[in-house]
């Protein structure tokens, strides 16, 4: 059985939002114990960039919400980590499952694909894919190596919200990258897609005189399921727009975030999230 590791995390105030615990703080809290794990049974992130020239770079994200967890809830989080290997160590995938602390059935699970990049040695951590060392692979057991790679959710989940016809409504907001979004090579810390699509969707319900049915939800119900596809980065002080689209129907609404670079809606593609309720 593939090893788990379990810890806790104190219940702070700004780990929530009036609805759930925020997309973006799940995000956080994954990325942390995928670390956690790698440090306690392979390599520290920190040895694995800086000695094994070897850096893992977040390319497909889940968050599925289970049961509702408030901050009124409980004092801290339960968080369980599992990591294996596929395709050859060609993807890391991180499964992390949260709960209240007390009742061990998850309130939120998680789950990152990683690519491991062999780094050219540039200030940017810029790098090329290259599956891990052999030697850490080893470190592996058995049933942490799958051999069939991992396929993002989120093509196929635009396809058929096109086969649907034109969104109920849409919307562009400007940003840019500053270095509160970022991490220590000055490009984002992908935690903050999920926060540029959090504003996309604020900005597009706020901005319809009269939303279309359901869409509101966006703002009044938690989120249920978060997909998340990243094709390249975005560095400090870049621009960009957040393109946010809206389908709904009985069930609730599903938002669509393009993440461009430039100051038009026709830039560079980085990456999308898709919100369903």
């Known amino acids: 059985m593939p090893r788990a590791d379990r810890h806790r995390v104190p ?3 700004g780990l929530f939002d009036p609805l759930q615990l925020q997309p973006a703080a799940v995000g956080r809290i994954t990325f942390d114990a995928g670390t956690r794990w790698l440090r306690r049974h392979l390599i520290s992130h920190r040895r694995l960039l800086t000695e094994c020239g070897t850096g893992l770079v977040v390319w497909s994200v889940r968050i599925r919400y289970e049961r509702a967890l408030g901050f009124a809830d409980t004092e801290e989080l339960g968080v369980r980590t599992q990591v294996m290997a596929l395709c050859g160590g060609g993807q890391v995938r991180c499964e992390v499952a949260i709960d209240d602390g007390r009742d061990t059935r998850p309130a939120v ?3 990152l694909v990683l690519i491991p990049l ?3 040695g540039e200030p940017s951590l810029a790098g090329n894919p290259a599956a891990l060392d052999p030697r850490l692979l080893k470190l592996f057991r058995h049933d942490e190596l799958l051999p069939v790679p991992h396929t993002s959710p989120v093509p196929r989940l635009r396809r058929e919200l ?3 016809g034109a969104p109920r409504a849409r919307a562009s907001t400007a940003f ?3 270095r509160h979004m970022c991490e220590m090579a000055d490009q984002w810390f992908w935690p903050t897609a999920l926060t540029l699509a959090a504003t996309g969707r604020a900005e597009l319900i706020r901005g319809c005189a009269r939303p279309p049915e359901r869409v509101p939800d966006g703002l009044s119900r938690p989120v249920r399921t978060l997909d998340v596809l990243l094709e390249r980065p975005f560095y400090l002080f870049d621009e960009g727009r957040v393109v946010s689209s809206v389908w709904s129907d009985a069930d609730g ?4 975030h393009e993440l461009r670079s430039g100051d038009s809606e026709r830039g560079l593609e980085h990456g999308w999230v898709v919100e369903r309720w």
């Open 109 to 111: 699970r998680a789950s």
């Open 176 to 178: 840019r990258i500053h």
């Open 11 to 13: 219940a702070d105030a």
């Open 253 to 256: 609404p599903t938002f669509v």
């Open 162 to 164: 096109g086969r649907l």
């Open 118 to 120: 062999r780094i050219e």
